[in-house]
C-alpha cells in the first residue's frame, strides 16, 4: 500500500514553532509531507526545531519572529514564500505569558501585551499571509486559541479575553476569504502537558495531580495530541470546515457544564 502523506505538497508557516506544541505541530507537518518555515522570537529555538525536521528527511528554515511585530510577520511570509515557492498553510501558535491577576492588579502594559502577540500576532500573519494563500489557490488557516476562550476564569482575564477575542477574529476570516478557496478554523487546547505548567504548578506531577481531576479523562494533554488536531485542520480531511473551533480539552468544558 501507498503511504498517505496528509499533507503533501503544503508549505507551512508555524509561529512559536520552537515551543513545546508549535514545535510539535511542525514536526508532525513534516511527517505527513509539508515544508516548513519554524517562526519564533527565540532565533535558537526555530533554528533547533527546523534542524530536527531536515534531521529526519524533511525540509524547514527557522528564523526569529516577534509577532507583535508587523515588519516581522511581512518578513516571515517572505522568507516561507522564497525558500519553498509558495505559502498554503498558516498556523499561529505563539502565545504570551500572561501574569495572575484582576482588572484592578494587572498592568496596562502586560493586559496590552497578551493582546499584541495572542490576538494582533495572529492578525497580522494573516494579514501578509492570505494574499499568498489566495495565490497558492487556496489554503488553511489554525488559530491556537483555548478551552479558556470559552469560559470565565479567575485571574486570567487577559489570556482569556485575548482567546475568545482570536475565537471570533478567525470566524470573521473564514467568512471573508471562503471565496478564496481558505478555510480558517480555531484549535481549543485544554491543559497540555508542558514546561509552562512547571511556572504554575512546579512539576509536571503537580499539575497532572492538581489539574486531573477537572478533565473527563482524568488527565492533562500531550503536546502530539495537539499537533495531530492541527494536522487535520490543515489536510483536505476537514475540506468541509471552516470557522469552526475544535476543542480538545479532554472533556473539560463538558464537565463543567454536567449537572449532578
Known amino acids: 500500500m501507498t503511504q498517505k502523506y496528509l499533507l503533501a505538497g503544503r508549505v507551512a ?8 506544541i508549535g ?20 532565533l535558537e529555538a526555530a ?14 528554515i527557522g528564523f526569529q519572529m516577534d509577532v507583535s511585530q508587523p ?3 511581512e518578513k516571515a511570509v517572505r ?12 498556523v499561529n501558535v505563539a502565545a504570551a505569558v500572561t501574569p495572575d491577576g484582576t482588572v484592578e492588579t494587572i498592568s496596562f502594559e502586560d493586559w496590552n501585551r497578551a493582546l499584541a502577540v495572542n490576538l494582533s500576532g495572529a492578525f497580522l500573519t494573516c494579514k501578509y499571509g492570505v494574499p499568498e494563500l489566495r495565490r497558492a489557490g487556496g489554503g488553511t488557516i489554525i488559530n491556537i486559541a483555548s478551552q479558556l476562550g470559552q469560559i470565565g476564569v479567575p485571574g486570567r482575564a487577559p489570556y482569556s479575553s485575548s482567546k475568545a477575542a482570536l475565537i ?4 470573521c476570516i473564514a467568512c471573508d476569504h471562503a471565496e478564496d478557496g481558505i478555510r480558517a478554523n480555531t484549535l481549543s487546547p485544554g491543559a497540555i502537558d508542558t514546561a509552562r505548567t512547571l511556572r504554575r504548578w512546579g512539576t509536571r506531577e503537580k499539575a ?3 489539574r486531573g481531576p477537572l478533565y473527563l479523562l482524568g488527565r492533562t494533554g500531550q503536546v502530539d495530541e495537539i499537533a495531530a488536531g492541527a494536522v487535520f485542520l490543515a489536510s483536505d480531511e476537514s475540506s468541509f470546515m471552516t470557522g469552526a473551533d475544535l476543542l480538545i480539552d479532554g472533556g473539560f468544558l463538558a464537565f463543567k457544564s454536567k449537572t449532578t
Open 208 to 210: 497532572n495531580e492538581m
Open 23 to 42: 514545535g510539535a505541530i511542525a514536526k508532525r507537518f513534516a511527517q505527513e509531507g509539508a515544508q516548513i518555515a519554524v517562526g519564533d522570537i527565540r
Open 47 to 60: 533554528q533547533a526545531c527546523a534542524g530536527e525536521i531536515i534531521k529526519a528527511g524533511g525540509k524547514a
Open 71 to 73: 515588519e516581522d510577520c
Open 168 to 171: 471570533r477574529l478567525t470566524t
Open 13 to 20: 508557516l508555524v509561529t512559536g514553532g520552537g515551543g513545546e
Open 79 to 90: 522568507a516561507a514564500v522564497e525558500a519553498f515557492g509558495k505559502l498554503t498553510t498558516l
